[in-house]
C-alpha cells in the first residue's frame, strides 16, 4: 500500500502515469494520493481553511473547503525558500558582510530556517 501527496495542479495525466509505475514495476496492490494542501489540514485536525506551502523554488496556495481543494482558487508563485535565502544574502551583503562562493549560502540558508 501506498499513499503519495500531489502537488494542487498535478494533471491527470502525470497522475496516472505514477499510478502506471507503481502497479506495474513495485508491483503495489493499492495506491492512494491526496493533494499537499488537504493533507496538511487534515494533520491538523482541520478541513476548510488555506494551505500555503512554501518550497525551495515555488510556493503554492490552495483554499480548501470542508476537506476539498477548490481548483480555480488554486495560486502557484515562483519564489520559494532559495529567493528569501537570496533576498537575505543581499541584505547583508549591504550591511558589510562577505559571501564567496555556496559554503557561504548554505550558512545563510541554515540561519534562515532556524
Known amino acids: 500500500r501506498l499513499m503519495m501527496s500531489e502537488p494542487p495542479s498535478f494533471s491527470t495525466r502525470a497522475r496516472a502515469k505514477i499510478y502506471e509505475t507503481m502497479f506495474e514495476k513495485y508491483q503495489l496492490d493499492s495506491v492512494q494520493s ?5 493533507l496538511s489540514l487534515f494533520s491538523n485536525g482541520l478541513e476548510t481553511g488555506v494551505a ?9 496556495c490552495t483554499p480548501i473547503f470542508e476537506g476539498y481543494s ?4 488554486n495560486r502557484r508563485v515562483d519564489l520559494g525558500g532559495r529567493n528569501i535565502t537570496e533576498f537575505l544574502i543581499r541584505l547583508m ?3 558589510g558582510y562577505s559571501f564567496n562562493k555556496s ?12
Open 34 to 38: 491526496g493533494v499537499q494542501g488537504v
Open 52 to 60: 500555503i506551502e512554501c518550497g525551495e523554488g515555488v510556493t503554492h
Open 70 to 73: 477548490i481548483p480555480k482558487g
Open 93 to 95: 551583503q549591504r550591511r
Open 103 to 114: 559554503s557561504d549560502f548554505e550558512v545563510v540558508r541554515v540561519i534562515k530556517e532556524r
